[in-house]
């Protein structure tokens, strides 16, 4: 570790934790400064896991309001999302490091795109269940879906659980949003115990970005809400599909 390293990752948490408290797609910054820095993919991918759990719990208890009338749902989806997360988990630790980076550009593209599409799909999701809540094995199948994707690569899984429990439930984006901020901060858990023990982690760089991406996320909040989220989102999408295209090159030169 030297002070390049941790420059890197205290701005890449920084920018990160921002950008998780506007639009989303935070790892899209801490994932790869990993890399940058000499973490390989599969260990900067449990990494990044257990680095961004910390902030995915503080989001559930800043949005507990949301989930007054909800208690009986949330307590529902635990096992779902619980065992989905376990199961995402151990894909990953039994995953070769070959065959992670052979598949990793494609993670990040697919990441990228679900983030330029995200605003659009939950529109139209919101708009296609005609104001009432779709059967309860919807839920459970989407939040299943997004829980194994997000405990297996992190990157955009928030995005994931908002499309599909608005797609799910005639609830406003308040409510909706903190139900999916529960369903992360489950994610996190399974993910910090499964890789903490059994995963090859980079311990100094989670001790370098858990405070980082909390700071980012408080000054995100005050600083990057005056950036018009477009514009942001827009370079956020460029900067992913340079990233991935990246990686490609680099894995196949």
Not at 123 to 134: E, I, P, Q
Not at 167 to 177: A, D, I, K, T, Y
Not at 198 to 210: K, P, Q, R, S, T
Request: with cysteine.
């Amino acid at each position: 570790m030297n002070l390049l390293q941790v420059s890197s990752l205290l701005l890449a948490g920084l920018a990160g934790g921002g950008l998780n408290a506007v639009a989303g797609g935070g790892s899209l910054i801490t994932y790869p400064t990993l890399i940058a820095v000499g973490v390989p993919p599969l260990q900067a991918n449990a990494t990044n896991g257990i680095a961004v759990a910390p902030a995915y719990a503080a989001a559930a208890v800043g949005s507990r309001e949301g989930l007054r009338g909800q208690r009986r749902r949330a307590l529902q989806l635990i096992p779902t999302a619980l065992v989905s997360s376990v199961c995402g988990a151990l894909l990953l630790l039994n995953t070769s490091h070959e065959v992670f980076e052979n598949i990793v550009p494609f993670l990040v593209l697919g990441a990228t795109l679900l983030m330029a599409v995200g605003p659009w799909v939950n529109r139209k999701v919101t708009a296609l269940n005609g104001g009432r809540d779709l059967h309860p094995v919807a839920l459970h199948i989407g939040v299943a879906a997004g829980c194994v994707y997000g405990s297996y690569f992190n990157a955009a899984l928030g995005l994931i659980l908002i499309a599909v429990i608005a797609m799910s439930l005639s609830e406003s984006l308040v409510r909706v949003g903190a139900l999916k901020n529960f369903c992360t901060m489950l994610v996190g858990v399974v993910t910090s115990v499964m890789y903490g023990v059994w995963a090859d982690v980079a311990w100094w760089a989670i001790g370098v970005l858990v405070p980082a991406t909390f700071l980012g996320g408080y000054l995100g909040a005050r600083v990057f809400q005056k950036i018009p989220e477009k514009p942001l989102r827009a370079a956020i999408v460029i900067y992913g599909v340079v990233l991935s295209i990246v990686l490609m090159l680099r894995h196949w030169s």
